[in-house]
């Protein structure tokens, strides 16, 4: 039975019934002291059967937990640690390190594999070094999806898990919102233009439609109507109003805020988005995302940044409701029913938690909103899960922009729940603080933050052929 399908009620109850029983065992009989050095220690490397490979870096005294890494999107190269300098600070504490590269003869967007590769990297491991006493998964941006899943799925051989800037919300709601802020941009910064938005034969397509976007962008920021059509689009893409070297704007600011969010578009953001979805469209095997039945009307009503678009619209002389209804009615991109299905089945996750995880996110993020926790989190608690998980905030602008101090502070802080049982409240802003503080490294800056919900433009009529 998949993990999207199977009873939660019942295995919900037993679990807080054994972890009750587990907890008491484990205050008064704690983990054994550090294991035996072991003769294997160091770098190790080696190969899956599907052709993936895996690094691990081993301590000279390990203290018996070995550390599972899912990296992010980009090049299938195997890595065991989210920086170099977390990988130096963890191995001084003890800790063994490992992670895969996912199957290289694919996507990019390794979905289809990552989450086999990284049980198949925790047995190889093993077989080099012993079973370890306690593995821990950690993985960022598109590895916070695949460490996601592993809580899911990973009861009896994972004990717990960190994500860090997770792209929890999936694949299809992430296409779904970068698609209603690309058709914004094409709709009404193009309206002469037919703009290829999904379905990239290649990725030099992939990357015309991004250079033509940014383009249009580039040149609307020269006037107000432009610049409000800018702040439109940002807020269907989930974007902060606050780039790097900038202070943040004071709230009702809204022109600082649109220079601050087009930033992001002068630096690029769209030759990732447009990157990434050709990558999905790999893997998946075609579009998943759609925006026919979209209202753009009340996708803005919901989103934070309404009252920015707003003001700017005003400002500029701009008929917003006659934009909103432009968007609506140009809205005709379907998406391919097997695709969808395939995403949800390899490009998702919230279905329900098998182990403790504590998700940490800059509340600046650029590349993953957010507000992807929100969504997140939503489900894991309808899933009957939500005890299980902990999120945590950095006030800080970019993706994945946490200090060495921040990560080792939220690994100790899973340790604890996972050694007790209880999270009491070392995943509080307060107590994640203090920790990471007191380690005397780079610094930390966790802040009591609770994100907005995630705009994303969703329908609930059957997906059909993608017309483009």
């Not at 703009?195 to 976007?213: I, P």
């Not at 979805?277 to 940044?305: F, I």
């Not at 930390?444 to 483009?468: C, I, K, N, Q």
Request: glycine fraction near 10%; proline fraction near 5%.
């Amino acid at each position: 039975m998949s993990a999207s399908t199977r009873p939660r009620v019942g295995r919900t109850r037993l679990r807080i019934a054994l972890a009750a029983l587990a907890s008491a065992a484990l205050v008064s009989v704690p983990l054994p002291a550090a294991v035996a050095d072991t003769p294997a220690g160091g770098h190790l490397t080696g190969t899956l059967s599907d052709g993936a490979t895996w690094v691990a870096d081993v301590p000279e005294h390990w203290n018996g937990t070995l550390l599972l890494f899912s990296h992010g999107f980009g090049p299938t190269v195997a890595r065991d640690a989210p920086t170099d300098a977390v990988r130096t600070e963890l191995l001084a504490q003890g800790y063994a390190m490992a992670g895969s590269s996912y199957d290289p003869h694919g996507s990019m967007w390794a979905l289809n594999s990552a989450e086999r590769d990284q049980f198949a990297t925790l047995d190889a491991v093993a077989a080099k070094i012993g079973t370890p006493q306690r593995t821990l998964a950690i993985g960022n941006s598109m590895g916070g999806l695949v460490n996601a899943q592993l809580a899911r799925d990973g009861g009896g051989r994972i004990d717990g898990a960190l994500g860090q800037c997770g792209l929890v919300a999936g694949g299809t709601d992430l296409d779904n919102y970068q698609l209603d802020a690309e058709h914004t941009i094409a709709q009404l910064l193009l309206p002469e233009q037919d703009v290829k938005l999904v379905h990239f034969g290649s990725a030099d397509e992939a990357a015309a439609t991004a250079t033509l976007l940014t383009k249009a962008v580039t040149a609307a920021q020269a006037t107000p109507q432009g610049r409000a059509r800018i702040a439109l689009a940002a807020a269907f893409l989930n974007l902060p109003a606050w780039s790097p070297g900038k202070d943040r704007t004071a709230a009702t600011d809204w022109a600082g805020q649109e220079a601050q969010q087009y930033d992001w578009f002068a630096q690029g953001i769209l030759s990732f988005v447009e990157g990434g979805r050709y990558a999905m469209e790999q893997s998946v095997g075609g579009n998943n995302s759609w925006n026919l039945g979209v209202d753009y009307t009340r996708l803005l009503a919901d989103s934070p940044h309404a009252p920015q678009v707003r003001a700017l619209y005003q400002a500029a002389g701009l008929d917003l409701r006659a934009d909103l209804r432009a968007l609506t009615e140009g809205a005709t991109v379907t998406a391919d029913p097997a695709a969808v299905r395939t995403a949800q089945r390899t490009s998702s996750a919230g279905q329900g938690l098998d182990v403790p995880l504590l998700d940490i996110h800059t509340n600046g993020d650029n590349l993953v909103p957010v507000e992807q926790e929100n969504r997140f989190a939503a489900r894991v608690r309808a899933s009957g899960d939500g005890a299980l998980l902990r999120q945590a905030f950095v006030e800080r602008q970019g993706h994945c922009t946490f200090t060495t101090a921040e990560t080792v502070a939220a690994l100790h802080a899973l340790e604890h729940r996972v050694s007790t049982g209880r999270w009491d409240d070392v995943a509080t802003p307060d107590a994640l603080q203090r920790s990471a503080t007191a380690l005397g490294l780079d610094g930390a800056a966790y802040v009591p933050y609770h994100p907005a919900e995630l705009s994303v433009g969703r329908d609930d009529r059957p997906a059909r052929p993608t017309r483009h």
